[in-house]
């Protein structure tokens, strides 16, 4: 697959890149896919819920009434779930989300991911791009010049940058990320791909 490749101003460069079908045109594995979303929202779950189960309320241990003759069910202990003020019956406890993954199946929904923008033509590739400041007008006018500035997107680059960063931080809808922490969430939640020239090489030897 051939795409041209823009610039800021979104014109046409008078290059192409080529992407590698190995990457960029697979045969889609939803499950995997369904896998690699799954860990990553789990993953982002801090877990630190709790609720005070009856073994762990403050209160007597004693039997709060005769066990036979009330007319009303027996009950042990004011620290019942029954009672009010008592402990919680199988309240959440604090507990760790995340499972692992596979390697090659991680890379393969990321391939699917990636398989899934290019069928829909959702892939733009830029020239590679710095500010030497941060420049949240000049990243907003790209996006504009891009026709995406009404869309989620994801500007993947090939290394960190900081003022790129600063940038679009404070733009609703776009996020930056470096070729290697491409995740398969971000890519399907995100309407457009906007990828630098450099990093399709990187992404292509990453998920290679």
Same mark, same amino acid.
């Given at each position: 697959?051939?795409?041209? =490749?823009?610039?800021?101003?979104? #014109?046409?460069?008078?290059?192409?890149?080529?992407?590698?079908? @190995?990457?960029?045109?697979?045969?889609?594995?939803?499950?995997?896919?369904?896998?690699?979303?799954?860990?990553?929202?789990?993953?982002?779950?801090?877990?630190?819920?709790?609720?005070?189960?009856?073994?762990?309320?403050?209160? @007597?241990? /004693? &039997?709060?009434?005769?066990?036979?003759?009330?007319?009303? $069910? /027996? $009950?042990?202990?004011? &620290? @019942?779930?029954?009672?009010?003020?008592?402990?919680?019956?199988?309240?959440?406890? =604090?507990?760790?989300?995340?499972? &692992?993954?596979?390697?090659?199946?991680?890379?393969? $929904?990321?391939?699917?991911?990636?398989?899934?923008?290019?069928?829909?033509?959702?892939?733009?590739?830029?020239?590679?791009?710095?500010?030497?400041?941060?420049?949240?007008?000049?990243?907003?006018?790209?996006?504009?010049?891009?026709?995406?500035?009404?869309?989620?997107?994801? =500007? =993947?680059? $090939?290394?960190?940058?900081?003022?790129?960063?600063?940038? @679009?931080?404070?733009?609703?809808?776009?996020?930056?990320?470096?070729?290697?922490?491409?995740?398969?969430?971000?890519?399907?939640?995100?309407?457009?791909?906007?990828?630098?020239? &450099?990093?399709?090489?990187?992404? #292509?030897?990453?998920?290679?």
């Amino acid at each position: 697959m051939e795409l041209v =490749v823009l610039n800021n101003a979104g #014109e046409d460069t008078g290059k192409k890149v080529e992407l590698k079908d @190995s990457i960029f045109a697979i045969e889609p594995n939803d499950h995997a896919i369904y896998l690699d979303v799954k860990q990553y929202l789990a993953n982002q779950r801090q877990g630190t819920h709790k609720s005070k189960e009856r073994a762990e309320i403050t209160g @007597s241990t /004693r &039997k709060i009434k005769k066990q036979k003759g009330t007319g009303t $069910a /027996r $009950a042990g202990s004011i &620290k @019942s779930p029954l009672f009010k003020g008592g402990g919680r019956a199988f309240g959440p406890r =604090v507990r760790d989300y995340s499972f &692992k993954l596979n390697k090659k199946l991680k890379h393969l $929904a990321r391939k699917s991911a990636l398989a899934y923008k290019a069928k829909a033509n959702k892939i733009l590739v830029v020239e590679d791009f710095t500010y030497e400041t941060p420049q949240t007008k000049g990243y907003a006018k790209m996006l504009d010049n891009l026709k995406i500035s009404d869309k989620k997107s994801l =500007v =993947v680059v $090939a290394e960190t940058n900081k003022n790129i960063y600063l940038s @679009s931080r404070n733009i609703k809808g776009t996020e930056v990320i470096t070729y290697d922490k491409l995740n398969t969430y971000q890519i399907m939640k995100a309407s457009s791909l906007v990828v630098t020239e &450099k990093s399709v090489g990187l992404i #292509e030897s990453f998920l290679g």
